[in-house]
């Protein structure tokens, strides 16, 4: 497809010395840029917790109806909290 753009003397000179340096076409760096543009403007992809699981066999059995606070204060226990 074809279109017209306005872009910067400056840029316009610049892409064209980075396209000979290259020994590349401005069109090709024109597509390249935009490209890239867009895969980095894509929409983020959702955060998604990793699964972490550790040995053993759950709960020690005297903590198996314990309420939180017990839990809690089993964990912490000589830790100064």
């Known amino acids: 497809m074809k279109t017209s753009v306005e872009i910067p003397d400056s840029l316009f000179e610049q892409a064209g010395r980075l396209a000979s340096r290259e ?11 935009l490209r890239r543009l867009i895969a980095e403007r ?23 109806d314990a309420g939180w606070r017990a839990m809690r204060d089993t964990i912490y226990k000589e830790r100064g909290a």
């Open 23 to 33: 020994r590349t076409t401005l069109r090709a760096l024109i597509e390249e840029g």
């Open 42 to 64: 894509k929409a983020p992809t959702p955060f998604k917790l990793r699964r972490v699981t550790f040995p053993g066999k759950g709960l020690q059995p005297r903590m198996a």
